[in-house]
């Protein structure tokens, strides 16, 4: 194992729940601790994101990264951009 991904549940209490918001920085800092990266899922908001940057989360998903995408929507934009199959790896947190 490389990655700890941290579920959606606990997403969701991030700038609402301290309880929540210190389970999150311990499970990345358990990560980080571990040699191994976290991702977190479910991210929604602008504020979720931001609590994710200031743990030193390494990768995010959900809606505020992209929508679900239909099939046809998903092969054309391989195809645009030349791949044979979707990215495997979660989009990366970037710093402002």
Known sequence: MDTLKIDRSFINGLG?????????????????????????????????????????CDYAQGYLIAKPLPVEAIETLLMQNNCDRPPITPTPILSN
């Open 16 to 56: 609402t729940d301290p309880e929540k918001a210190e389970i999150v920085r311990t499970m990345i800092t358990l990560a980080h601790n571990l040699g191994m990266s976290a991702v977190a899922e479910g991210v929604e908001t602008q504020e979720q994101l931001n609590w994710l940057q200031s743990f030193n």
